[in-house]
């Protein structure tokens, strides 16, 4: 009886240490999986990885297992992403200001975040089977330009929440002292609240281009495949995953190989902008006033 | 600015003689306002990029429904686009079943991990676990695809499909009925690997808006930590919590390539989660070469992207409202 009175036995502190144990392992679970990913990615990828893979564009034979390497797929991404990036920052930073400084918790700034929300939620098939529809209702083929169009799409609602959730940590005081002094809001927005969403803004362009760059679904539909570099917007484009989801779908083992390898290109450029967005924004929030 | 310079001017002529500061304080009103006015245009994008999308699509998708009729295009069971035959029952089963399993699994894990960094963890545990879980989030789906294709679909060919046919075979959801790892089981196992980071942080979001002093009132008359958990902090956030699932799913119902990669993309109505199945978004990536070719193919796809849309609009609305206002009661 004594036994079972001491603190350790009583039936809720096992249940404590059980439920703790389980949800350490859970944790770990997750953790694991991204550890998982990476090694398979790596172990996979490493063999046929080489210069040629990431110099050269796909030669006669390429996929049959001859000469080559997806230059034209690296470079498409980046134009893809770059410019879905670069369109998208036009549009998202006006909306976070304009979020931030005239809207507050209004009921129209609710329903502007809803519908980011939302947004953030249609999938990038959904994003491709639009653009599509909108490019066969215009008589437009795919290209450069309409992969960048619907990339800015997908990556607008991502960037400018990331900008809302910086800058909504922006000390009250800093505006009402510029409001004291009798600045008008929009003096407010384009003086105060600019400087203090920097590492705001630099976060989201890396997370956006992060997220425009492994985008396949979407992709597809709009930009197509070719393996030339693309001269023109008006030009269709190779890109990255789709790179790596066509050269996995081959018969032949070599091209099988370097779909591996192109998975690891991707997840290297992928891990890349995600850790630099974290180092990049540590940094510029020291010149912030928190 | 420049219109606005020539009743700028008139008006500091006009007022000069009175009060020196008035003019310019009215061209920065005005300046003001009209900086109000572009914003709230821009406002008016993604508002309106919703409206568009679904317009266009159900635009798109409209020579089909008219022809077809929705229940018949949704309940048919069968596809032959050559023959005119749009059934798109076996494919909004399989995605069903495809974000079902990945659900499934990926609830019971982030639930636990999101309360143990809500509650438990030393803060520097948090921030090794958000980084981790950031670029969880950030990998893009055919990374996973390749992960799934390589480890996964072997996994389950090799390890869990004998285990499940010798003990679970009796029942028919675990029957394995198929030779190859490319099934529903494969497929949710990516899926819920994928959803997990958004899982976990919205979750993780809902545990910090209960306040401390409820966490403290209960830990003071005696319970442990986990009776408080259970007892006082779930029944609060439950709402949450399955706002937070059906996030989730509505995330995991849309997802493509990763799944695409495999699933299998056999047309059938699965049974078991050994089976093969061939989910909505695969249907439509799978298919786009074609569509032009065979009439009304690219309405039956489009309409396909429609119906997907339309549930993930329902499902992302409910739960975000609910979100919004439980972020918001903090």
């Given at each position: 009886?004594?036994?079972?009175?001491k603190k350790h036995w009583q039936r809720r502190h096992l249940m404590e240490t059980?439920?703790?144990?389980?949800?350490?392992?859970?944790?770990?679970?997750?953790?694991?999986?991204?550890?998982?990913?990476?090694?398979i990615v790596i172990v996979r990828g490493l063999p046929s990885l080489s210069w040629d893979m990431v110099t050269k564009i796909?030669?006669?034979?390429?996929?049959?297992?001859k000469v080559g390497g997806i230059l034209n797929a690296i470079i498409g991404s980046a134009?893809?992403?770059?410019?879905?990036?670069?369109l998208a920052v036009l549009f998202s930073v006006p909306i976070a200001l304009y979020l931030k400084t005239y809207l507050g918790d209004s009921k129209w700034g609710q329903y502007v975040r809803l519908s980011l929300d939302v947004l953030w939620g249609i999938p990038s098939i959904v994003y491709g089977a639009f653009g599509f529809a909108l490019m066969i209702t215009i008589g437009m083929r795919a290209s450069l330009l309409a992969g960048i169009i619907i990339l800015a799409f997908i990556e607008l609602p991502i960037m400018t929440r990331a900008m809302d959730e910086v800058i909504r940590r922006m000390p009250v005081d800093l505006e009402h002292a510029a409001l004291a002094l009798g600045s008008t809001k929009f003096e407010v927005a384009l003086r105060v609240v600019t400087r203090q969403m920097l590492p705001g803004i630099t976060t989201a362009i890396l997370l956006g281009f992060g997220r425009g760059i492994g985008d396949a679904a979407s992709v597809l539909f709009t930009a197509g495949y070719t393996d030339r570099i693309p001269t023109s917007l008006m030009r269709p484009t190779a890109s990255l995953p789709l790179a790596v989801f066509f050269q996995l779908g081959s018969p032949y083992p070599e091209v099988q190989q370097r779909g591996y390898a192109?998975?690891?290109?991707?997840t290297i450029i992928v891990l890349a902008v995600s850790l630099g967005s974290r180092w990049l924004s540590a940094r510029l929030n020291k010149y912030t006033i928190k | 600015m420049s219109q606005e310079n020539p009743t700028f001017s008139n008006q500091t002529n006009k007022q000069a003689e009175g009060r020196a500061f008035r003019p310019s304080a009215t061209l920065r009103a005005r300046q003001d306002q009209a900086a109000q006015r572009a914003f709230f245009i821009f406002s008016l994008l993604p508002v309106l990029l919703i409206l568009f999308v679904t317009v266009a699509l159900f635009f798109r998708s409209w020579p089909i429904i008219s022809e077809y009729g929705l229940s018949d295009l949704l309940f048919g069971e069968v596809w032959k686009p050559n023959n005119g035959q749009f059934g798109f029952w076996p494919f909004i089963l399989g995605t069903f079943w495809v974000t079902a399993v990945g659900v499934i699994l990926a609830v019971p894990a982030c639930l636990l991990a999101s309360i143990y960094l809500a509650e438990y963890a030393h803060n520097r545990t948090r921030s090794i676990a958000k980084p981790v879980l950031d670029l969880l989030a950030a990998i893009p789906p055919v990374v996973y695809g390749v992960w799934g294709l390589v480890a996964?679909?072997?996994?389950?060919?090799?390890?869990?499909?004998?285990?499940?046919?010798?003990?679970?075979?009796s029942f028919s959801i675990f029957s394995v009925n198929q030779p190859t790892g490319f099934n529903v089981l494969s497929a949710g196992i990516v899926l819920a690997v994928m959803v997990a980071p958004l899982i976990i942080s919205v979750m993780y979001e809902i545990f910090s808006t209960v306040p401390n002093d409820l966490r403290h009132a209960s830990l003071a008359v005696g319970a442990t930590q986990w009776q408080t958990i259970r007892n006082i902090i779930l029944p609060q956030v439950a709402p949450g919590i399955l706002a937070a699932v059906v996030l989730g799913a509505s995330r995991a119902l849309g997802e493509t390539i990763a799944v695409l990669m495999v699933v299998g993309n056999i047309p059938q109505i699965p049974t078991s989660i050994f089976d093969s199945a061939y989910p909505l978004p695969a249907l439509i990536a799978n298919n786009y070469g074609e569509m032009m070719s065979i009439p009304l193919y690219d309405a039956a796809l489009l309409s396909a992207a429609l119906v997907l849309l339309v549930v993930i609009l329902i499902f992302n609305i409910l739960s975000i409202i609910v979100l919004q206002r439980m972020t918001r009661k903090k």
């Amino acid at each position: 009886m004594s036994l079972l009175r001491k603190k350790h036995w009583q039936r809720r502190h096992l249940m404590e240490t059980f439920m703790k144990f389980i949800m350490r392992v859970s944790l770990f679970i997750v953790a694991g999986a991204l550890g998982l990913i990476l090694w398979i990615v790596i172990v996979r990828g490493l063999p046929s990885l080489s210069w040629d893979m990431v110099t050269k564009i796909p030669e006669g034979g390429y996929y049959m297992g001859k000469v080559g390497g997806i230059l034209n797929a690296i470079i498409g991404s980046a134009y893809l992403a770059g410019g879905g990036t670069l369109l998208a920052v036009l549009f998202s930073v006006p909306i976070a200001l304009y979020l931030k400084t005239y809207l507050g918790d209004s009921k129209w700034g609710q329903y502007v975040r809803l519908s980011l929300d939302v947004l953030w939620g249609i999938p990038s098939i959904v994003y491709g089977a639009f653009g599509f529809a909108l490019m066969i209702t215009i008589g437009m083929r795919a290209s450069l330009l309409a992969g960048i169009i619907i990339l800015a799409f997908i990556e607008l609602p991502i960037m400018t929440r990331a900008m809302d959730e910086v800058i909504r940590r922006m000390p009250v005081d800093l505006e009402h002292a510029a409001l004291a002094l009798g600045s008008t809001k929009f003096e407010v927005a384009l003086r105060v609240v600019t400087r203090q969403m920097l590492p705001g803004i630099t976060t989201a362009i890396l997370l956006g281009f992060g997220r425009g760059i492994g985008d396949a679904a979407s992709v597809l539909f709009t930009a197509g495949y070719t393996d030339r570099i693309p001269t023109s917007l008006m030009r269709p484009t190779a890109s990255l995953p789709l790179a790596v989801f066509f050269q996995l779908g081959s018969p032949y083992p070599e091209v099988q190989q370097r779909g591996y390898a192109a998975a690891l290109i991707l997840t290297i450029i992928v891990l890349a902008v995600s850790l630099g967005s974290r180092w990049l924004s540590a940094r510029l929030n020291k010149y912030t006033i928190k | 600015m420049s219109q606005e310079n020539p009743t700028f001017s008139n008006q500091t002529n006009k007022q000069a003689e009175g009060r020196a500061f008035r003019p310019s304080a009215t061209l920065r009103a005005r300046q003001d306002q009209a900086a109000q006015r572009a914003f709230f245009i821009f406002s008016l994008l993604p508002v309106l990029l919703i409206l568009f999308v679904t317009v266009a699509l159900f635009f798109r998708s409209w020579p089909i429904i008219s022809e077809y009729g929705l229940s018949d295009l949704l309940f048919g069971e069968v596809w032959k686009p050559n023959n005119g035959q749009f059934g798109f029952w076996p494919f909004i089963l399989g995605t069903f079943w495809v974000t079902a399993v990945g659900v499934i699994l990926a609830v019971p894990a982030c639930l636990l991990a999101s309360i143990y960094l809500a509650e438990y963890a030393h803060n520097r545990t948090r921030s090794i676990a958000k980084p981790v879980l950031d670029l969880l989030a950030a990998i893009p789906p055919v990374v996973y695809g390749v992960w799934g294709l390589v480890a996964i679909v072997p996994f389950v060919d090799d390890k869990l499909a004998p285990l499940s046919d010798r003990w679970l075979g009796s029942f028919s959801i675990f029957s394995v009925n198929q030779p190859t790892g490319f099934n529903v089981l494969s497929a949710g196992i990516v899926l819920a690997v994928m959803v997990a980071p958004l899982i976990i942080s919205v979750m993780y979001e809902i545990f910090s808006t209960v306040p401390n002093d409820l966490r403290h009132a209960s830990l003071a008359v005696g319970a442990t930590q986990w009776q408080t958990i259970r007892n006082i902090i779930l029944p609060q956030v439950a709402p949450g919590i399955l706002a937070a699932v059906v996030l989730g799913a509505s995330r995991a119902l849309g997802e493509t390539i990763a799944v695409l990669m495999v699933v299998g993309n056999i047309p059938q109505i699965p049974t078991s989660i050994f089976d093969s199945a061939y989910p909505l978004p695969a249907l439509i990536a799978n298919n786009y070469g074609e569509m032009m070719s065979i009439p009304l193919y690219d309405a039956a796809l489009l309409s396909a992207a429609l119906v997907l849309l339309v549930v993930i609009l329902i499902f992302n609305i409910l739960s975000i409202i609910v979100l919004q206002r439980m972020t918001r009661k903090k």
